[in-house]
């Protein structure tokens, strides 16, 4: 295809993600390059780049990629929750929170946004805040056990077992092998948590 269309970006980086499912970093890179080279406004590139980056411990190099990436895009949630991820692990929690904020005014739908919020008010002791944004990605996919799980995970610890084995024993009705909410209906039980009926 490449020797049939060497002028199109989309060719390397569709190459860009085949080598990077071989692991092979270094020659995706330089074929996301090139696709920049042959577009600058095309987007996807950037994104690679910018998601390798970061698993090469290249922050400041994946940061600048996204930004890139949303001057391209700037109505993209996943490029804002991608970035508010980054600032949340540096501890730099504004700014977490303002990308994530952004997201959701880009798709108030999205619960990966909704999620980051709650585990960086969770991380700040904002427990309330963080209990309605777990509340919110319920609203919008009910089947999400990780907020389910969140949400017992601050019942238990603010002295509300009852609500937090409901919250446990949901997940595991429709996951009987989510293997962290049986761990944290296990922690219940340890800390004589759990008020029998």
């Not at 199109?8 to 499912?21: D, E, H, I, Q, S």
């Not at 949630?77 to 991820?85: E, K, R, V, W």
């Not at 700014?95 to 904020?101: L, P, Q, S, Y």
């Not at 960086?120 to 209990?131: I, N, P, T, V």
């Amino acid at each position: 295809y490449l020797e049939l269309a060497p002028e199109y970006p989309t060719v390397y980086n569709n190459m860009g993600n085949a080598y990077v499912g071989k692991g092979e970093y270094v020659i995706a890179i330089k074929n996301y390059e090139k696709a920049i080279s042959l577009d600058s406004h095309y987007m996807e590139p950037r994104k690679n780049l910018a998601i390798i980056y970061k698993k090469e411990g290249e922050t400041a190099k994946a940061m600048e990629e996204y930004r890139k990436a949303i001057e391209i895009e700037p109505g993209n949630p996943d490029l804002y929750q991608s970035m508010g991820i980054i600032y949340a692990e540096q501890g730099l929690f504004d700014k977490a929170v303002k990308a994530f904020e952004t997201a959701l005014r880009k798709d108030p739908l999205s619960t990966e946004a909704h999620y980051g919020l709650g585990i960086l008010y969770e991380g700040k002791g904002m427990d309330m805040k963080a209990f309605q944004e777990y509340q919110e990605e319920l609203a919008i996919n009910p089947s999400y056990s990780e907020a389910r799980i969140a949400i017992g995970n601050l019942y238990a610890k603010n002295g509300r077992p009852r609500e937090a084995k409901r919250e446990f024993l949901a997940v595991l009705k429709e996951e009987p092998d989510n293997e962290e909410a049986r761990l944290s209906l296990h922690k219940l039980r340890e800390m004589k948590l759990l008020i029998r009926p």
